[in-house]
């Protein structure tokens, strides 16, 4: 990076930082006392408070100089500098911000909460910032970090919470060094202010400051590399036939055993392809990671100078990547490029480019591989079947493919890592497709460190010592136990009686939608807010998820007091020393309780398989009745997290299948069971031959309701108020009355059907008459009666639940 780009960024990235600093109630240094409006512009005493942070830590003069006159540039002595810096401060904010009729007090205004404006209804509902808003506090993966309407979560006139976050952030700073990395900057930045509002007197405060710093910085790149009229390149890259080649696989006895961290790196790996073309192209640009919009989910935009050495690069790249996906992956994977070029006037309207921008993509996905040479002669070659790898069946290998191999280990060092590098000389790379970006992942730092280390879900980073730090999220919880990762015919076993897995496949409905058109009229959908919705389901599914899976385990050792009502669980394990040697079966006690003290938590193990997560969908595997669980708290979770707005919601398939059957056919049922609950309307999961709305509705009855039966009708099972058969009995009446019903694709029509058949109770009133004991009778009649139409899936759950093993 050039010497003037590079403190151009660093000025972008701090030149408001003093209002964060000045929101603590603390004065800035004597010598800028004397300073005026004529010094430090109209509405910029803030950028003293900014050159005081510079002048105690940076130590920097010139960049003392530009945070100070970002406002009014013709009192600064690198002038150009500051020009360009104001010109992109500028457009960042004639870009985000929006007047509001009230002003705000900035010293106790929270960030509103972008998920409570979303709309998709032609109107859109006002962002009320009294209703849902953000704490003040540090990036964390905890339930704090969810919207709260909680009025005034601080006591301002006894608690100074920026000055407390304040302290933190200075002191981290410090700690980072007089000049740290840009990458480390932005890290620390994203970590301290992703919940302070980057404007709020005049301003409605739904820009976080992390966002227009790293804006800002995007752009003055921009203007100070950018040629012609048009200094700006918004680029595109979107990676297509993910799903297809993840779980494009076969499952043969000998691989079985590796086929869920096969499936798991090969996710993983697609991400990790993304970040080296990303990276391949900023390098070439001489740009930094502020110039990443966002790179998620095999999707990434990048902002960068429109100039020929970047327009060269990004052809460089296109050619030789897709020439590496159809020579490596025949085609199954194929990354479209999209370039816009902007001038200002273009970039202020974001929404119009990015519409532009999707079209020329789009167009590009239907000339898959034009950039590349193909050759259509044939070869004449003739292999046997026996030749190619039996897990992809794509490449010539006399047993598994060393690509396969790669994905295994992959997955592996995945459920290890707490540590993600980027440099040279580590152990996965991508030369095959031109890029030269290397990575590795570790459970400890290097000791002589890469360019890049980042934490894994956590933002304790700086101690790694790389010359660039940062964290990154990943759904990375797996079932770990003395460094073995439990089988899946272990975590059958945990099932409460059928020893079945459950596997649960989710997205968010309309989600293509929602960034188009839910944040509301063209000028609202700017670069900051689409990153900001980015970034806010990536915090879920990649961060805060993992955080709910560890909700679901058992424990491999409990005192004595703590074993007390718990459930003990035998589990098997097949071991062997070597490949060719004889299995040996192994056995082992674990136990399943709510809580535990202290001292047994250490013992915890989670029970749910993060096979992948992504920016907005997943697929997790554990034990069934965990995983049907655990989808109900998804859901509720996921909702509370997007403020309850009805127009942001899941859905999900969630199948039970025996532990040997091929993962990826169980994975497929599972697609198809989440592409029902979406043809059925949304909002839904698909369980059991059902398709459920989450909660009750008008004429349906939901998911968690009958969950609740479900539960209610094993503990009677259980507690002797009903027998089994009596159970068998009810389910063969139900499927007497209703069970023609699955041919209706209508919802609501069969919805009422349900609801309209009543022949089923002097069948159901002869069966409690005659089976429930007389003190239970108006119990379960209670119980079953009113939701009666719905009742496959509590029966389902209740009969599966209390089969003997």
């Known amino acids: 990076m050039e010497p003037d780009i590079q403190s151009l960024v660093y000025a972008a990235l701090l030149h408001d930082i003093g209002k964060f600093y000045q929101r603590t109630g603390a004065k800035h240094a004597e010598e800028y006392e004397e300073l005026t409006e004529k010094d430090y512009g109209y509405s910029g005493a803030h950028a003293k408070w900014s050159a005081d942070l510079i002048r105690r830590v940076f130590h920097d003069k010139q ?27 500028h457009i960042s904010a004639a870009i985000d911000r929006s007047r509001r009729d009230e002003k705000g007090d900035p010293k ?65 700073l410090s700690e980072a060094g007089r000049r740290p990395h840009p990458t480390t900057l932005l890290a620390l930045l994203r970590k301290y202010t992703s919940s302070i509002p980057s404007a709020a007197y005049v301003d409605y405060p739904d820009i976080p400051l992390y966002d227009h710093a790293k804006t800002t910085a995007a752009l003055a790149t921009c203007i100070a590399a950018g040629e012609g009229k048009s200094p700006y390149l918004l680029v595109q890259g979107d990676l297509s036939g993910i799903q297809r080649f993840i779980f494009d696989v076969r499952t043969p006895e000998a691989a079985r055993k590796g086929m869920a961290k096969r499936l798991r790196g090969r996710s993983f790996w697609i991400s990790l392809l993304a970040d080296a073309i990303v990276h391949e192209i900023i390098e070439a640009a001489g740009v930094s990671e502020a110039n990443i919009l966002w790179n998620t989910g095999g999707n990434f935009l990048l902002l960068l100078p429109g100039n020929s050495r970047v327009e060269e690069a990004i052809g460089r790249v ?42 020329i993509t789009g167009r590009q996905k239907l000339r898959k591989f034009s950039e590349c040479r193909i050759s259509s002669t044939p070869t004449g070659e003739e292999t046997d079947l026996e030749g190619f790898c039996p897990i992809c069946e794509h490449r010539k290998s006399a047993g598994i493919c060393p690509t396969c191999t790669m994905h295994e280990e992959l997955g592996q060092r995945l459920a290890h890592a707490s540590c993600f590098s980027r440099g040279s000389g580590l152990r996965f790379g991508f030369a095959e497709f031109g890029l030269l970006a290397r990575y590795d992942l570790t459970e400890k730092p290097f000791a002589e460190p890469p360019e890049f280390t980042a934490t894994i879900n956590s933002t304790d980073f700086l101690r790694t010592g790389s010359p660039a730090m940062s964290f990154i999220l990943l759904g990375n919880t797996v079932p770990l136990h003395k460094r073995r990762i439990l089988t899946f015919g272990e975590l059958a076993e945990v099932s409460q009686g059928d020893p079945k897995l459950g596997i649960l496949k989710a997205d968010v409905d309309n989600l293509g939608k929602i960034f188009a058109l839910g ?36 424990y491999t050792h409990l005192c004595e007091e703590c074993r007390n009502g718990a459930r003990e669980i035998s589990l098997h394990h097949d071991e062997r020393e070597r490949e060719d040697d004889e299995a040996v079966r192994t056995s082992w006690t674990a136990y399943e309780k709510e809580t535990a003290c202290p001292s047994c938590e250490h013992h915890f193990v989670p029970t749910l398989y993060i096979t992948f997560s992504g920016g907005d969908d997943l697929l997790i595997i554990g034990p069934y009745d965990h995983i049907i669980r655990f989808a109900g708290l998804l859901q509720s979770e996921f909702e509370a997290y997007t403020c309850n707005n009805p127009w942001i919601s899941l859905s999900a398939g969630v199948v039970a299948v025996p532990p040997r059957m091929p993962l990826a056919h169980a994975v497929a049922m599972a697609e198809d069971h989440l592409e029902e609950a979406k043809r059925q309307g949304k909002s839904r999961v698909a369980i059991f031959g059902e398709c459920l709305p989450w909660k009750d509705r008008t004429l349906e009855k939901g998911y968690a309701s009958l969950l609740s039966q479900g539960e209610a009708l094993e ?56 089976n429930v004991p007389k003190n239970e009778k108006k119990r379960i009649e209670d119980l079953i009666l009113p939701s009666f139409g719905w009742a496959r899936f509590p029966i389902t759950w209740t009969v599966m639940r209390t089969r003997r093993k």
Do not use: M
């Open 63 to 89: 960049l003392e100089d530009l945070v100070l006159h970002h406002h009014q540039p013709q009192a600064s002595a690198y002038r150009n500098l500051a020009e360009i810096l104001q010109e992109a401060d």
């Open 108 to 172: 106790r205004e929270h960030l509103w909460s972008i998920f409570s404006g979303i709309s998709l209804g032609g109107t859109q509902q006002e962002v009320n910032g009294s209703d849902w808003h953000h704490r003040l506090l540090p990036f964390t993966l905890t339930r704090e970090a969810f919207p709260t309407r909680e009025q005034d979560p601080y006591h301002w006139k006894n608690d100074v919470p920026y000055s407390r976050l304040w302290a933190e952030f200075y002191r981290e």
């Open 318 to 359: 296109r050619r030789s990547v897709n020439t590496g996906l159809l020579r490596e992956t025949d085609g199954r994977l194929y990354c479209a490029f999209g370039s816009l070029a902007c001038n200002r006037g273009e970039i202020e309207d974001f929404a119009d480019c990015l519409e532009r921008l999707h079209l």
């Open 519 to 554: 944040i509301g009229e063209r000028k609202k959908r700017s670069i900051s807010r689409i990153y900001t919705l980015s970034s806010g389901f990536e915090h879920f599914f990649s961060g805060y998820l993992n955080t709910l899976c560890r909700t679901f385990g058992i």
């Open 715 to 770: 503990a009677a099972l259980t507690g002797k108020a009903v027998s089994r058969s009596f159970i068998h009995a009810t389910h063969a009446i139900w499927e007497d009355a209703f069970a023609d019903l699955d041919d209706i694709d209508d919802v609501l029509e069969k919805a009422a059907k349900r609801e309209a058949r009543r022949r089923y109770l002097p069948y159901l009133k002869y069966q409690i008459a005659r």
